[in-house]
């Protein structure tokens, strides 16, 4: 039997390193492949538990026209953090605190005109949805006299109105860092698991027709 001649040295360290990066390379891939799978199977947490809010902006869609028609309806999963504000007593409260009712969060300033013109229609709408399964929680975020926002509300005759704020302006800074507030006012339509509906930039006649008929497809999901 004719012995085959021995592989040259340099040939089979050659072969070596190449079958020892492609076991590397396989074993790469692999784990890749397994973190990849895996992934996509966590994907993002709000998107199952948000999944309600999204549909229901789609079923609202409609209804986003003349005074409202700015309103921006959510086609993501987004579960609003939760924000922290004061209630008229001083009281730390949380948003948290509403899941089960349909809310309509409203960031305002007295140094902000438009926000200024929108608070009586922010009132009426809460003396006509307002209740067990809504209301509208407008957060106040000036930063100096305390005593100044207070002052405006009762001068324009906001009544209906609970009165919330947060001089730190964290509520904005939070809701900016997450892509959902540009300027003021803000304002975020949410379902009562926490779950963004839509958002607003801007103000809105919200006690209007086109604004209760919207807030009241919200409230009336199922």
Known sequence: MTELPAEPHHKARRRRMFAATAWALSGTLAV????????????????????PAVATAARIAPLVHGEVAALSVAHTGFLVPDLAFKDAAGRDRTLKEWRGRTVLLNLWATWCVPCRKEMPA?????????????????????????????????????????????PSAHVFEDLKTAGKAFGMPTTLLIDRSGCEIGNMAGPAEWASDDGVKLVSAAIATP
């Open 32 to 51: 890749l492949a397994g973190v990849y799978g895996i992934a996509r199977h966590r994907g993002n947490p709000a998107d199952a538990a948000c999944a």
């Open 122 to 166: 922010l009132d009426a709408l809460e003396g006509k949805l307002g209740g067990s399964g809504f209301e509208v929680v407008a957060v106040n975020i000036d930063t100096r006299d305390p005593q100044k926002p207070l002052s405006f509300l009762k001068d324009v005759g906001i009544t209906r109105l609970a009165y919330f704020s947060d």
